[in-house]
């Protein structure tokens, strides 16, 4: 549509929103790795890849860019060696399209925490409760952290997404039986 | 003294048991109808006209729980609250003057009409429930809104009427020698208007329905006062509540609309009390029909503070003016 | 001299009356006062993204759609976006429009059924059968196209699955006639309705800033003045060229947004007239052409094996507010290595909780109905048992129906079990 700028092609090549913010996050915090991303029908996405020291302060800076930022989804996830924390924050929502911006933060298994940033998003908090009971991350300073989903019998250690020894152990499924659980099908 | 014992003890007793069955068997087969014309209005097919006889019927035989946290009047309160009811009905205008009519019977029939809500609260405070302590007080707090305004109405009215010339004055009795429309002057009938309106809201507060089906809401404090009872003490408490529905009723059918048919057929006796109550039960089904069918129909439940302001903002000052009308030619 | 807090615990769920999913709500009282709001989750969980770890992407597609009944064209959607992006995958023109249709579809049905439990739950039946009675009309009309009244199963990767022919088209025409002439009537009944004035007026409000710190979403957000709708501000497929903007409550009630349960009822009523205007423009503008990019799924099997690498994000505007699934999957698996989806229920659920505090009891339930919760949806994390109790597994479920079955009516001829041998239970 052409109410706005941001996606006309003009003569001069202009930055579209998301390069803006893209470049004003690599210049604030050099040491993050910072993408943009368009898929096939042309939306434009900004990764950010960033030290788990630097994590909180760039949440921060996000809520300056836009104070309005609307976060989205906290993903936790395990990469093998890896645990990975994926927030995806929309800003600048103020006319279409929106920034849409993915802040990935990684911690080593055997040092799982990463900085909570709850006082910047509070809705974050709900997340990292969801993090810190499904892969087992530690949110250091999180103000809440009771289980969510889980029942309060289930067994401490034990993170049901991970994918390595912490994972649910096989006597524990009782009902898999899916001709696709590749570990052996289910338990009769 | 033969005489007297059948006069003033079997004859009362005999009359009070066949208004008791014919109450029970009436308020209940209302509530079917209720039920069915409500379903209608929502363009459902609704549950037969009998069906609130046969939950009644099936609930007593059903198994009955009693919560571990439940004390002895938990158990008492249900039995208590129809005993109070069925004592009720000897002092209910039911069409004709009433079994027990005396001089100043107004009184126990508030008390004990009040006494009914007074047991179901005692009862659900004993259950140990927070659901049930929640609608316990919301029925006290709704109570205490919803009388003042008919008490207020009721004592004018009688008052008004006692100056036409009764013989038991504040009897139940007075309404079937004078009515309300009698008085004449404008400025009453104007009052009597507004009493009407009066005791219409406070009927549909009484039976709780539409504004009023606060203490018991379902979806918000999972049937509050009758949250713990099952099986026998809940058919207990079905019946009365129907019961007083219609007792309710009935006071409203006597003060406004008391006229009988059996004048008008030459009938006298029994047969012209058998036709009375008849009619009056049609009398009853008709202002129900109204006051609870379409009423809850067209409207949803309003939150304990609004039902309050509403009952001593509005309905409470319509009754001070509706009694100052019909009484002012007499004070002046 | 301390004032003395007679202050109450109260466990509102996870069975209720007023709510339509188990979930569980801590209550604080003061008498009939909310003095603070606890939420435990959980009590829906069945474990999907845990299963997801062992399905293919074709079958997580199922999987997503039987989350939730209501909102299984959103999840499989929104899904399939995902998935798209991640494999860089085209989607045909009038596939699109299709996705469109059904989408808006479900929204009508969706906010339809909202509206009649906000009615019910303040006892307002005759409301609640008024609007469901409307709702048949959406879900015949679904039903006709997509041959299921829920799991629609329309939408696929790279496409639709069914096209939208003639007929059908005739039936979407009808239907949008007969909601011409049924809306003005509903709308009527909850925009002026004194009673329900009284109680949805100023009750559960959630603030701008409440609604902007939880991550509020959808009506809820919007509701609370938050103009952000992701069909809008995502410039999701062919949404901008038919005419998509977030609806505002001040475009209906002509107030500026309180951010009460009347202004997100009143936000779901404009979106009902903005559907259906949808669904028409989307009637007039589809093109023809083909309806998905891999005809077969066999072959859309092996091609997302070799396309898929990397992560996709879909954003999408679910009944009940923005949508988002994520996608991780490498190439050479034929699964993704994660899959995460948030409902929008999430966070309108932490947003609604601060909202009604203050209130009273009687607000609770309007409240949380009021942010149209899926609760099936938000409870989607692993389930699974530790060993200390008897567990039942699916097989003794079966069984124990089967028994129950014989003892009801020992008429009963046949036998229950399931046949065929796809799926070794």
């Known amino acids: ?188 | 003294m033969a005489m007297d014992v059948v006069g003033e003890l079997v004859y009362p007793t005999v009359g009070l048991l066949g208004l008791y069955a014919f109450v029970s068997l009436a308020s209940l087969v209302w509530e079917g109808v209720d039920r069915k014309l409500v379903a209608r209005m929502q363009r459902r097919i609704g549950p037969p006209i009998l069906q609130p006889l046969y939950d009644f019927l099936k609930l007593s035989s059903k198994e009955t729980i009693i919560p571990s946290t439940a004390n002895f009047m938990f158990t008492a309160a249900p039995g208590l609250a129809l005993a109070t009811a069925i004592a009720l009905l000897a002092y209910t205008p039911v069409g004709f003057t009433p079994i027990l009519a005396s001089k100043g019977d107004v009184m126990v029939f508030i008390y004990l009409l009040t006494l009914i809500g007074f047991f179901k609260i005692l009862g659900a405070i004993s259950s140990g429930n927070p659901y049930a302590k929640i609608g316990a007080a919301r029925e006290a707090t709704i109570m205490v809104s919803r009388e003042p305004a008919m008490m207020l109405g009721i004592f004018a009215i009688m008052w008004r009427l006692g100056k036409l010339g009764v013989d038991k004055p504040f009897s139940m009795g007075v309404f079937y020698v004078h009515n309300i429309w009698e008085i004449g002057t404008p400025m009453s009938f104007v009052g009597a208007v507004i009493l009407l309106y009066v005791f219409t809201v406070w009927l549909a507060s009484e039976i709780e329905v539409g504004f009023f089906n606060i203490p018991d809401a379902e979806e918000e404090i999972a049937g509050g006062l009758l949250v713990e009872y099952s099986g026998r003490y809940l058919a207990l408490l079905k019946l009365t509540n129907a019961m007083k529905a219609f007792i309710s009723a009935s006071l409203v059918v006597a003060i406004f609309f008391p006229w009988g048919i059996s004048g008008y057929l030459n009938l006298t006796g029994l047969s012209a009390n058998v036709v009375d109550l008849l009619f009056h039960t049609l009398k009853v089904f008709a202002l129900l029909f109204f006051v609870e069918s379409v009423f809850r129909a067209v409207t949803g439940r309003l939150k304990i503070t609004q039902a309050v302001d509403f009952l001593w903002k509005n309905v409470f000052l319509a009754s001070l003016v509706g009694s100052l009308l019909i009484a002012m030619e007499v004070i002046m | 001299m301390t004032k003395v807090e007679y202050w109450v615990k109260m466990p509102f769920g996870p069975i209720h009356p007023g709510l339509e999913e188990p979930e569980k709500f801590i209550l604080t009282l003061d008498g009939e006062r909310i003095v603070d709001v606890d939420v435990k989750l959980g009590y829906n969980l069945r474990g999907i993204q845990w299963i997801a770890f062992r399905r293919n992407y074709i079958q997580i597609m199922y999987l997503a759609e039987r989350m939730c009944g209501i909102c299984s064209f959103s999840h499989n959607h929104t899904y399939t976006r995902a998935v798209e992006e991640a494999g860089g995958i085209e989607v045909p023109e009038r596939a699109e429009y299709i996705r469109v249709i059904i989408g808006e579809l479900e929204r009508i049905h969706s906010h339809l059924l909202n509206l009649g439990v906000l009615a019910h739950d303040i006892g307002y039946d005759t409301l609640l059968h008024l609007t469901w009675l409307a709702r048949e009309k959406v879900m015949d009309t679904l039903e006709a196209i997509a041959g299921n009244r829920v799991n629609y199963s329309m939408v696929t990767i790279g496409g639709v699955r069914r096209d939208i022919d003639g007929k059908k088209r005739r039936i979407i025409l009808d239907m949008i006639k007969y909601y011409r002439e049924v809306f003005p009537g509903i709308e009527d009944a909850f925009l002026h309705d004194p009673t329900i004035e009284a109680r949805f007026r100023d009750t559960a409000i959630i603030s701008k800033r409440v609604a902007m710190e939880q991550g509020a979403v959808g009506p809820t957000g919007r509701g609370s003045g938050i103009r952000d709708d992701a069909r809008w501000s995502e410039r999701l497929g062919v949404y901008p060229d038919l005419g998509i903007k977030p609806v505002m409550p001040q475009d209906v009630t002509g107030e500026r947004p309180r951010g009460d349960v009347f202004d997100r009822m009143a936000v779901r009523i404009g979106e009902l007239w903005g559907s259906l205007e949808l669904i028409e423009n989307a009637l007039d503008a589809m093109p023809d052409g083909k309806i998905k990019t891999f005809p077969k799924d066999n072959i859309l099997v092996a091609k997302l094996k070799l396309l898929v690498d990397g992560e996709g994000i879909g954003r999408y505007e679910a009944p009940r507010g923005e949508l988002v699934h994520y996608v991780r999957g490498k190439k050479g698996s034929d699964k993704p290595l994660r899959w995460k989806p948030r409902e929008p229920t999430f966070p309108n659920l932490f947003a609604v909780a601060e909202g009604v505090k203050g209130d009273q009891v009687a607000d609770f339930v309007v409240a949380v109905a009021s942010i149209d919760p899926c609760l099936s949806c938000t409870d989607r994390v692993a389930v699974v048992q530790d060993g200390k109790k008897k567990i039942l597994t699916e097989k003794d479920l079966l069984r124990e129906s089967i028994r129950k079955t014989r003892e009801i009516n020992s008429n009963i001829k046949g036998d229950p079990t399931p046949v065929g041998s796809s799926c070794s239970r």
Do not use: C
């Not at chain 1, 799982?112 to 250091?140: C, H, K, N, T, Y």
């Not at chain 1, 049901?160 to 009902?175: A, F, I, Q, T, Y």
């Open chain 1, 1 to 188: 549509m052409n109410d706005n700028p941001a996606n006309e092609v003009t003569g001069v090549k202009e930055p579209t929103k998301a390069e803006k913010v893209a470049e004003a996050i690599a210049e604030r915090f050099p040491e993050a790795e910072v993408q943009v991303k368009t898929n096939r029908w042309g939306r434009e996405r900004v990764w950010v890849r960033v030290p788990r020291e630097k994590y909180r302060e760039l949440m921060r800076f996000i809520k300056e860019l836009d104070g309005e930022a609307h976060y989205s989804i906290g993903i936790e996830q395990d990469w093998g060696d890896e645990l990975d924390f994926l927030s995806h924050v929309v800003i600048h929502y103020g006319d279409a399209p929106a920034v849409s911006l993915l802040v990935d933060v990684h911690a080593p298994k055997d040092d799982p925490v990463i900085p909570d940033i709850s006082e910047v998003f509070p809705i974050a908090l709900q997340f990292e409760r969801e993090g810190m009971e499904m892969v087992g991350l530690d949110f250091e300073g999180a103000p809440d952290k009771r289980r969510l989903f889980l029942p309060d019998d289930f067994p401490e250690g034990i993170y049901p997404l991970r994918l390595d020894d912490k994972g649910v152990p096989e006597e524990m499924v009782h009902n898999a039986g899916h001709p696709y659980y590749l570990k052996g099908g289910a338990k009769k």
